[in-house]
């Protein structure tokens, strides 16, 4: 650390760019976080207003909306244990009808 602080105080010009570069990348990433924060507001404001236009009750606590989003991620697992179930029971007849077949031919071979 001690050499890079010694090369830059000998080098005015090279801590110049460096203190540039450092601000450029500094404003890119305040930008990024601020169309991130522009971009969750939209949504939020979107989610309301299609709460309010379906005549649900918009959420007013963070116990409302922690509930809901609690509710809503059981009714996905269990959707989707659901169609796994659904896929196992397809896949086990399709390889016993596989496998009948398969010991038809060589049964009757």
Request: proline share 3%; charged share 30%; no cysteine.
């Amino acid at each position: 650390m001690q050499p890079i602080i010694e090369f830059f105080s000998a080098q005015p010009v090279y801590l110049i760019v460096a203190v540039i570069l450092a601000i450029v990348i500094l404003f890119s990433f305040i930008k990024k976080l601020i169309k991130l924060a522009i971009i969750v507001a939209a949504v939020f404001v979107l989610y309301i207003a299609y709460l309010m236009w379906t005549g649900n009750d918009v959420p007013v606590s963070y116990e409302d909306v922690t509930s809901k989003v609690k509710e809503k991620v059981d009714e996905g697992i269990e959707a989707g244990k659901k169609a796994g179930q659904e896929l196992i029971e397809k896949s086990k007849e399709k390889i016993l009808e596989e496998a009948e077949k398969k010991l038809e031919k060589i049964t009757s071979d």
